[in-house]
């Protein structure tokens, strides 16, 4: 690419004025300047907006805010350590990333730490839609400040977020349709195990349900679903009881399909009931259900690829701050399928970057 330097030689001026024509300064004669961009756009010259932004020492600032993670729910973990990785990267080129997370279960944790973040006067944020009344307040503050933002993970539709990055999850509770299809009879029945709507996060374990559903009835399998929502999934006692009454109701119960990332969980609580249900499909490769899949506790996980997700998310808004290139309206993971037989691989690849 053509320099400043080289455009100056050919337009017979300095350097200095070429560059006050590009940053549209003043200081230059119109006829020079007219010379200058006829120069300019002849050899199709761009300005490199990463150098521009450390020679003029603009900083930039993407605000994160994020549900906490902790033993319930670690998959948090993941798209955390994607951003921190991608933090180190464009912190080089002039961007700060500053993180905020919340309680998912309480919604005025989610606008405290919204308040927090405002404080730090972000260009852009990077927002995970947990709860929609609250989502809708939130962003009419930032579409007010014009701060672009990005949906990471929940694909809520009508906020004009700039982007979405995350999965497709009706096509991924589709595949898991298809893969409970795989291993059941013609005449075995299926149980769904949920949280409840006003929970944080319904709106993918909605889409995967749907999706899951479609596909045994666009194929019209006989296979019936039944299902349950659970308040809180660590209650033992509780959800060995619901299992227990269902399946002396419903002793054709052969496959389990967990739409959440809890599944390890369920996993431990039916231990005693897997030779009457063999099969549970669950979501999501955390610590703990890795481990319950190596343990062949659970039969197939779908994967999301969050820290992918996390560093996409930064990468992505990055770029637009620095380039002024607008990412996809949406950036979707891969459906992944992880088996006991290929975690090894999955865990090679899944911290792959971007950037």
């Not at 330097?5 to 549209?24: M, Y």
């Not at 761009?46 to 902790?70: E, G, H, W």
């Not at 700060?96 to 927090?116: G, H, L, M």
């Not at 009706?170 to 009879?185: F, R, V």
Request: aromatic fraction near 10%; include cysteine.
């Amino acid at each position: 690419m053509i320099t400043i330097k080289e455009i100056a030689k050919l337009a017979k001026v300095s350097p200095g004025t070429v560059d006050r024509v590009i940053h549209n300064r003043e200081g230059v004669s119109d006829k020079t300047a007219q010379r200058i961009r006829a120069i300019l756009k002849e050899h199709n010259f761009k300005v490199n907006r990463i150098a521009q932004s450390l020679a003029m020492k603009k900083k930039f600032t993407i605000a994160v805010l994020l549900p906490d993670y902790d033993e319930e729910n670690s998959f948090w973990k993941s798209p955390l350590e994607g951003i921190q990785k991608a933090k180190e990267e464009v912190g080089s080129f002039g961007v700060a990333v500053e993180t905020f997370s919340f309680d998912q279960k309480t919604p005025k944790s989610y606008t405290d730490s919204f308040r927090e973040l405002l404080k730090t006067n972000p260009e852009g944020v990077v927002l995970v839609p947990t709860f929609k009344k609250e989502t809708r307040e939130l962003t009419n503050v930032l579409l007010q400040r014009n701060i672009p933002f990005i949906f990471l993970n929940i694909a809520l539709e009508g906020y004009e977020n700039l982007s979405f990055i995350g999965q497709d999850s009706y096509k991924s509770g589709y595949l898991s349709g298809k893969l409970m299809q795989l291993c059941l009879n013609d005449d075995d029945h299926i149980l769904t195990i949920h949280s409840r709507p006003d929970l944080s996060n319904f709106y993918n374990i909605e889409q995967r349900i749907k999706g899951f559903d479609a596909y045994f009835i666009e194929k019209q399998l006989g296979n019936q679903n039944h299902s349950v929502e659970i308040a809180d999934f660590w209650d033992t006692g509780k959800v060995k009881a619901t299992i227990a009454n269902l399946l002396q109701k419903e002793p054709r119960i052969k496959g389990i399909f967990v739409p959440n990332s809890r599944s390890h969980i369920i996993a431990d609580h039916v231990s005693e009931f897997r030779a009457k249900i063999p099969f549970l499909i669950g979501f999501d490769t955390t610590e703990h259900n890795l481990r319950a899949l190596n343990e062949d506790k659970i039969t197939f996980l779908i994967s999301q690829k969050p820290f992918q997700q996390g560093y996409r998310a930064v990468s992505s808004l990055s770029k637009f701050l620095l380039y002024d290139e607008p990412p996809l309206t949406e950036i979707l993971s891969s459906i992944e399928i992880v088996t006991k037989e290929n975690i090894p691989n999955y865990l090679d690849k899944q911290h792959t970057t971007f950037l």
